[in-house]
T-cell receptor, first 116, second 111 residues
Framework: DAMVIQNPRYQVTQFGKPVTLSCSQTLNHNVMYWYQQKSSQAPKLLFHYYDKDFNNEADTPDNFQSRRPNTSFCFLDIRSPGLGDAAMYLC???????????????FGPGTRLTVL | SQQGEEDPQALSIQEGENATMNCSYKTSINNLQWYRQNSGRGLVHLILIRSNEREKHSGRLRVTLDTSKKSSSLLITASRAADTASYFCARRGTSYGKLTFGQGTILTVHP
């Protein structure tokens, strides 16, 4: 089945130790998103890739970076995790034929990050 | 805030009852989408309603949109215990492709 896969599902890291979360998709969608969701809050968009074009949200900290080496994979790098970065990180994809298209997004199961 | 506001924040009902959740927003939209999130999991798309549509149905779901009031509602009829989840509205703006999510409604359906 076509899907969005996130690994690992649970990640524990130490304060300041770099961590990478991964996302892969078999939907062949051209847009991939990374969201941060803290407990009982709405998902907050960090950035997205429209094909190879990287789009950062204005309030996303520099501590967060992303890579998309090909259509199928996208990575979220947290260079120096702080206690406030503990959250669920959600990857999503969509197929947009144009920048003004607003089709549904398909989400992975998320990676829950714990920072010790 | 650019985010949509949802109410109620939490809703507790008995199986078989209807559940209504409301979403308001502040700026113009291209479309508005509703998502469900089971505890500790990713979001699942439920339904999308475009700005030129007023009502849409999908199974037991009914969504309405009133662009003059900048509000939408999601009705789940004949609820089931399996409907227990958080429900989020997400608005798609007119000039940018991203979704902005509301704070969500936590629905609990008791057997």
């Amino acid at each position: 089945d076509a899907m969005v896969i996130q690994n690992p599902r649970y990640q524990v890291t130490q304060f300041g130790k770099p961590v990478t979360l991964s996302c892969s998709q078999t939907l062949n969608h051209n847009v991939m998103y990374w969201y941060q969701q803290k407990s009982s809050q709405a998902p907050k968009l960090l950035f997205h890739y429209y094909d190879k074009d990287f789009n950062n949200e204005a309030d996303t900290p520099d501590n967060f970076q992303s890579r998309r080496p090909n259509t199928s994979f996208c990575f979220l790098d947290i260079r120096s995790p702080g206690l406030g970065d503990a959250a669920m990180y959600l990857c999503a994809t969509s197929s947009n034929s144009g920048r003004l298209q607003g089709n549904e997004q398909f989400f992975g199961p998320g990676t829950r990050l714990t920072v010790l | 805030s650019q985010q949509g506001e949802e109410d109620p924040q939490a809703l507790s009902i008995q199986e078989g009852e209807n559940a209504t959740m409301n979403c308001s927003y502040k700026t113009s939209i291209n479309n508005l989408q509703w998502y469900r999130q089971n505890s500790g999991r990713g979001l699942v798309h439920l339904i999308l309603i475009r700005s030129n549509e007023r009502e849409k149905h999908s199974g037991r779901l009914r969504v309405t949109l009133d662009t003059s009031k900048k509000s939408s509602s999601l009705l789940i009829t004949a609820s089931r215990a399996a409907d227990t989840a958080s429900y989020f509205c997400a608005r798609r703006g007119t000039s940018y492709g991203k979704l902005t999510f509301g704070q969500g409604t936590i629905l609990t359906v008791h057997p």
